[in-house]
Every structure is written in structure tokens, then in C-alpha cells.
Nanobody, 112 residues
Framework: VQLQASGGGSVQTGDSLMLACKGS????????MGWFRQAPGKKRKGTTC????????YYSDAVKGRFTISRDDAGNTLYLQVNGLKPEDTAVYYC??????WGQGTQLTVSS
């Protein structure tokens, strides 16, 4: 079982990026999936999740309106579209099949 995250990088304020998280050994559509992030010196926090079944979504106030979570069942991949990036979005982003499996994290750095 593995979640392989990718798509992070160094960007400027206001830029957009898409993070991807490919699952193997299990099917992402059978779990509620989410993205967490951990900023330097801070605890890991949940930002968004996509519920299995009805595919309802949740977004934290910090990312609501700027981040979009989605899932490609054929590709067994979870995505996070991040728009309007701010320096405070700088963190390591982790995908999870809440909370059973975790990806290795991908670094996103936003400079002003």
C-alpha cells in the first residue's frame, strides 16, 4: 500500500499549482481522502477532505475558495488544485486515506 505525492515546488505569491497523490495497493475511491499540511515548527493540520460515497468536500477556513480537492478514479489519484497562493501556504503537504495511509509529503514553498 502506497500513496505517492508529487507536484510541489517553489512559487510566487498568487501562483497556482496542482498536487497529485497516486494510490497503489488500494483504491482511493473506497476511502475518505484528504490533504494535510505541516508548516515549519507547527503541527500537521487538515486542510481539505473528499468523502467517499457522496463525494462531499470539506475545506478549512484558511484554504476555502482557493483550494479544490478532486479524485480521478480511473487513475486512482487524488488531486489538490491550489490557487492564489500565499506565503502562509508554505508547508509540506501530505495526502492521506484518512487516517489509515499517508503519503510521503511534498514541499510547497511560496515566496512574496
Amino acid at each position: 500500500v502506497q500513496l505517492q505525492a508529487s507536484g510541489g515546488g517553489s512559487v510566487q505569491t498568487g501562483d497556482s499549482l496542482m498536487l497529485a497523490c497516486k494510490g497503489s495497493g488500494f483504491y482511493v475511491d473506497e476511502f475518505t481522502m484528504g490533504w494535510f499540511r505541516q508548516a515549519p515548527g507547527k503541527k500537521r493540520k487538515g486542510t481539505t477532505c473528499l468523502y467517499k460515497g457522496d463525494r462531499a468536500t470539506y475545506y478549512s477556513d484558511a484554504v476555502k475558495g482557493r483550494f479544490t480537492i478532486s479524485r480521478d478514479d480511473a487513475g486512482n489519484t487524488l488531486y489538490l488544485q491550489v490557487n492564489g497562493l500565499k506565503p502562509e501556504d508554505t508547508a509540506v503537504y501530505y495526502c492521506t486515506a484518512v487516517y489509515l495511509y499517508w503519503g510521503q509529503g511534498t514541499q510547497l514553498t511560496v515566496s512574496s
